[in-house]
């Protein structure tokens, strides 16, 4: 037998967002009754709950009264020496304890000093994130002289940084602690202060995952002897670790929950269209007085859309307000499953590709006809793609922000990169060239000029051709074709843009090179970006002379190098095989560190597309 609490939650009284996502739309960060944290808590096997919300008590405050309840906070503290950001949970406190706390916060030292003599359980959460981005390893190492409790399993963040932790924490010796005491001239915490305990907790922002992560301790016969286990270190972490799904799951519910008491019955009209469009989902009257959710975005768009004009919706239209209206519908936001999160990856991934085919198209139509100012207007239009991807853009950069600071800290503290895997390198195509065969023979060019760099590389392509494969081969489906030349079959592949994120991701790859310059390169370079992936430009202008000899008549020779140095200056690296290209690169701004200078090996001609009749 043991006992649980979930250590690490929010309620409505955190309000002050973090993820840009949030502070973008203007949404708190919890819209979370107290009450539903404590029902949901117990139901999902908690013997005790409490609350952490953000330099406040009032959640806890709310719910003190009820059985197997304490009262927590998660506080913001500062290094005064330069004002660097951590947070502390702090538990069983009183409210004037708190009032304290509250004015000690300022100072991590001096709040240290009051939590001991207090006898205050404290835990440090998520350790290694940097709360303002400004945390480096010197202050991890005062964390480990200053603390002995930290959080070994959070809900919402991926558990790299976690792991990592933990392995320091491992390796820590007497011998280790003592030298950092001198450095930093910090007396340690404790007899043994090379022993660290852990304590897990879902850090729930959006009531969908509480108690996904929590603290086990020996069964417990009451909240004191609970809290007593607790105070000396007899518990351990439990249950699992956040991901980029979770996170962005979990931002679609705020989300929902934010548009749902801004614009709910009885408010007035909305100034913007995604506010009044998800009134109209979120607009729960008897079916008698308004009919079902895809109805009424039916209605809406008809009359807010499309300026009152009387026609029915295309099957473009009537798919997009489906989807939106089943992602925010309270069966999918309030799901705790991970099937309920993969279909919420899934109706977002339908959504973006298919919005991003229509404008694209539209795009693509207006630059054919020469009308770039309406081309541009086209591309400011895409607030619905955004609202169906910005969740998750938002949840990849999140979980991948501290890559860097942790791969630095990991050889400081450990000697070497112990996180990073093995190498995975991967080579992403699209089908740019028109032919598989062509695609190939440029993938085939670039590992020749590399003298196998690439040789085991996985090899990405985004083509609808059956054939391209091979053992280290992952075919994607594009979305669609952009026909960019009807009368000479030229067209862009258009990549699954979420698919191509979580398959890096899930990959681990640690490089990616770009073969092709297309819509394929864009996205898989943004999503190196994303992941912080070091990302490679095979810098091949051969693409460009089918569709400038075609398009010749929009200007679009000089838009299409526009767009090729843009790709360039994109990549942390840019392999080049012409010593003009790669001096007009320098010669407009780029990075002369960035470029390799490569060449074939095999003295193979320059690589060309096949001739325009």
Request: with cysteine; aromatic share 10%; charged share 25%.
């Amino acid at each position: 037998m043991s006992s649980r609490a979930d250590l690490h939650v929010h309620s409505k009284y955190s309000n002050r967002p973090s993820e840009w996502f949030l502070r973008r739309i203007g949404a708190p960060e919890s819209y979370v009754e107290p009450m539903d944290i404590y029902q949901r808590a117990r139901e999902r096997g908690m013997s005790y709950v409490t609350i952490t919300d953000h330099n406040k008590i009032s959640g806890a405050l709310d719910i003190a009264h009820l059985p197997d309840t304490f009262v927590s906070c998660e506080l913001t503290t500062y290094f005064p020496e330069d004002q660097v950001k951590v947070h502390l949970l702090v538990y069983d406190i009183t409210e004037s304890q708190f009032e304290e706390l509250s004015n000690l916060r300022k100072n991590i030292y001096e709040l240290q000093d009051y939590l001991l003599n207090q006898g205050i359980i404290h835990s440090l959460p998520h350790p290694l994130f940097r709360v303002d981005g400004r945390l480096q390893a010197n202050h991890v190492e005062k964390l480990l002289l200053l603390f002995n409790r930290f959080e070994g399993i959070n809900g919402s963040r991926d558990s790299r940084s976690a792991d990592l932790f933990q392995l320091i924490c491992g390796s820590l010796t007497p011998r280790f602690m003592y030298r950092l005491a001198d450095k930093h001239d910090l007396f340690p915490l404790g007899e043994k202060p090379w022993k660290k305990t852990f304590t897990g907790g879902s850090d729930d922002h959006s009531g969908s995952f509480i108690a996904g992560a929590y603290t086990q301790t020996p069964a417990a016969d009451s909240l004191e002897e609970f809290l007593d286990h607790l105070r000396a270190g007899r518990h351990q972490a439990c249950g699992s670790s956040g991901s980029s799904l979770k996170l962005a799951h979990s931002l679609y519910k705020i989300a929902y929950s934010y548009y749902k008491d801004r614009f709910g019955v009885g408010s007035g009209p909305g100034n913007d269209l995604l506010g009044e469009l998800l009134k109209k989902l979120l607009d729960h009257r008897p079916a008698g007085k308004l009919a079902t959710g895809r109805k009424r975005v039916y209605h809406f768009c008809e009359k807010m859309v499309f300026a009152g004009r009387r026609r029915q919706l295309s099957p473009v239209e009537r798919m997009v307000v489906g989807e939106i209206s089943w992602l925010f519908s309270p069966s999918v936001v309030d799901a705790l499953s991970e099937s309920a999160q993969e279909r919420s990856f899934e109706a977002s991934c339908r959504l973006c590709h298919h919005l991003t085919w229509k404008f694209a198209h539209q795009f693509i139509l207006k630059l054919r006809e020469g009308k770039f100012l309406d081309a541009l207007q086209t591309v400011a239009a895409l607030g619905p793609v955004a609202l169906s991807i910005a969740p998750y853009l938002a949840a990849f950069s999140t979980q991948h922000k501290d890559d860097d600071f942790l791969g630095d800290l990991s050889r400081q503290l450990m000697g070497n990169d112990c996180l990073s895997r093995s190498e995975h390198k991967m080579i992403a195509a699209g089908n740019v060239y028109g032919s598989c065969k062509q695609m190939r023979a440029a993938i085939g060019r670039l590992m020749a000029c590399t003298e196998g760099r690439y040789r085991q590389a996985k090899v990405l392509v985004c083509c609808h051709d059956s054939s391209a494969g091979g053992e280290q081969w992952i075919r994607l489906q594009p979305v669609a074709h952009l026909e960019i030349d009807e009368n000479h079959g030229l067209s862009l592949p258009l990549p699954p843009f979420l698919d191509v994120f979580r398959l890096l991701e899930e990959q681990g790859i640690t490089e990616v090179v770009v073969a092709t310059p297309d819509l394929m390169g864009v996205t898989v370079l943004a999503g190196a970006r994303l992941l912080k992936i070091k990302s490679v430009f095979y810098y091949n202008q051969a693409f460009l002379v089918q569709y400038q000899k075609s398009l010749k008549e929009t200007d679009f020779h000089q838009l299409t190098n526009r767009f090729l140095d843009w790709l360039a200056d994109m990549a942390d690296e840019i392999l080049i095989e012409k010593e003009e290209d790669r001096q007009r690169l320098i010669d407009n701004g780029v990075a002369r560190k960035k470029i390799t200078l490569v060449a074939d090996r095999r003295k193979a001609p320059v690589f060309q597309t096949e001739a325009v009749a």
